[in-house]
């Protein structure tokens, strides 16, 4: 399975935007970009997901480089909720396989009020 | 709809105990999974199942057995708890040809 890179840990102010990166140097043509997070005390949750083309939904953006080696989940407004731990992780998804997700230890963010 | 509910929250174990942890789910996904969290430490992939009356290993499967007799629920079992065991474990399911795995709330496993 192709590995990802994050940060430890990243800090922001309430409001503010939040830029976390993921680097995934060695991902392969088929292998999308998926991001979950893990509140306090609870399962991950799906945040976010793509290929090749930025993507937006209602809880994040996702912008990948054209060379797809590194990508970035972008919260607009950081609120004291999206406190958690950002994982960042490549799946051969969408193809009705054994979808595996191999999670790192992901990148903590800490939400300043 | 309760998506995905673990039982039992919270169990301890003696060494050499053994227990059943429960998954179940009412969104008629295919595919199920078992992780478990260490402190500090991301998930890591215990056993995973593609359907009823199919499993598989994960990276991290000595230890554990899993049945998926019905498509529904995954049962975790642990013959003989070790406190190497001590985790919280997390069930989560995958609906065939989409992107998204959905966890349960997960089960806080303590084993002296």
């Known amino acids: 399975d192709a590995k990802t890179t994050q940060p430890n840990s990243m800090e922001s102010n309430e409001e503010e935007p939040v830029h976390l990166p993921c680097n995934h140097s060695t991902i392969s043509g088929t292998d999308y970009i998926h991001w979950y997070r893990q509140l306090p005390s609870q399962g991950p949750e799906y945040v976010i997901h793509?290929?090749?083309s930025n993507v937006n939904n209602r809880m994040a953006s996702l912008a990948i480089a054209e060379d797809r080696k590194s990508s970035t989940l972008i919260l607009h407004r950081a609120t004291l909720r999206d406190a958690a731990v950002y994982y960042c992780?490549?799946?051969?998804?969408?193809?009705?396989?054994?979808?595996?997700?191999?999670f790192g230890k992901g990148t903590k963010l800490t939400v300043n009020p | 709809n309760a998506g995905v509910t673990q039982t039992p929250k919270f169990r301890v174990l003696k060494t050499g105990q053994s227990m059943t942890l429960l998954c179940a789910q009412d969104m008629n996904h295919e595919y199920m999974y078992w992780y478990r969290q260490d402190p500090g430490m991301g998930l890591r992939l215990i056993h995973y199942s593609v359907g009823e009356g199919t499993t598989a290993k994960g990276e991290v499967p000595d230890g554990y057995n899993v049945s998926r007799l019905k498509k529904q629920n995954f049962l975790l079992g642990l013959e003989s708890a070790a406190p190497s065991q001590t985790s919280v474990y997390f069930c989560?399911?995958?609906?065939?040809?989409?992107?998204?795995?959905?966890f349960g709330p997960g089960t806080r496993l303590t084993v002296l």
């Open positions: 989560a399911t995958l609906r065939g040809n989409t992107d998204t795995q959905y």
């Open positions: 793509g290929l090749t």
């Open positions: 992780i490549l799946s051969r998804s969408g193809q009705g396989g054994s979808e595996k997700l191999v």
